[in-house]
């Protein structure tokens, strides 16, 4: 039997894994600049710690799933228009207003300020959500960043990995990690945006199932046997 080719390691592979290190660092200058100072210690441990996972991340991905990672680079003819919406106000909540009203909250104001133990809280919300996003990825070769009916690379239903779970790993990981940053830095308004992030990411889940049940072979079949979208026994 002939062996598989491996897909190639690309340019716009590289760029699309690193499209977290790039969000990491405009957040964290928009952190701080909306803070004023540099003297906030877990401000630091938040974005070091983004730092460092979207660089491991961005690892894991050119060197075991090359060809997702050209894929998911941009988005492509035939992703839906309200998915398109959703995402840009999603990125915009999380790349700059999270991150400025945390600022304006720990840093410039100091309104708020959550017990130091939420530090630690924050850093397994974001480990727990970076290992089941890679996992679905991992486990998912259509796991591109905007939705779509994948026809042009024959797009099949994955149901190996988390998805033998819940049928949108990818939308817990993303849930999930939208209350890391209010934690680690410490900031309760922060968790505004982030409640809309998480009720924007339901949306979308909600608008993905129904996408992918009308429009993709054997996906019924297998919504039928996973019954959940994110989380088993309640939804």
């Known amino acids: 039997m002939e062996r598989q080719k491996r897909p190639k390691v690309t340019t716009r592979g590289i760029i699309g894994a690193l499209m977290p290190l790039r969000a990491a660092i405009i957040g964290g200058a928009c952190f701080f600049l909306a803070a004023w100072k540099l003297n906030i210690v877990r401000g630091w441990i938040y974005f070091g710690m983004a730092l460092v ?37 999603y990125f915009i909540l999380g790349l700059i207003v999270m991150p400025v009203v945390a600022g304006l909250d720990v840093g410039k104001f100091c309104w708020t300020l959550l017990p130091a133990y939420f530090v630690v809280i924050g850093i397994a919300v974001y480990v727990f959500a970076f290992a089941l996003t890679l996992w679905a990825m991992l486990s998912n070769p259509f796991f591109e960043s905007t939705v779509r009916i994948q026809k042009d690379r024959d797009q099949k239903v994955i149901s190996t990995g ?72 309640i939804w």
């Not at 894991?60 to 998911?72: K, Q, S, V």
Request: hydrophobic share 45%; glycine share 10%; proline share 6%.
């Open 53 to 89: 996972g979207a660089l491991a991340g961005a690892i894991i991905m050119i060197t075991c799933i090359p060809g997702l990672a050209h894929e998911r680079a941009k988005a492509k003819e035939g992703t839906k228009t309200w998915d398109k919406i959703l995402l840009l106000i």
């Open 162 to 233: 988390p998805y033998r779970f819940v049928r949108h790993p990818g939308y817990v990981g993303m849930l999930i990690g939208s209350l890391h940053l209010p934690f680690v830095i410490g900031s309760m308004y922060a968790l505004i945006p982030a409640g809309v992030m998480i009720i924007l990411a339901l949306i979308r889940t909600y608008l993905e199932d129904k996408t992918l049940q009308e429009e993709l072979n054997g996906y019924k079949e297998y919504a039928a046997k996973v019954k959940y979208r994110l989380f088993p026994g």
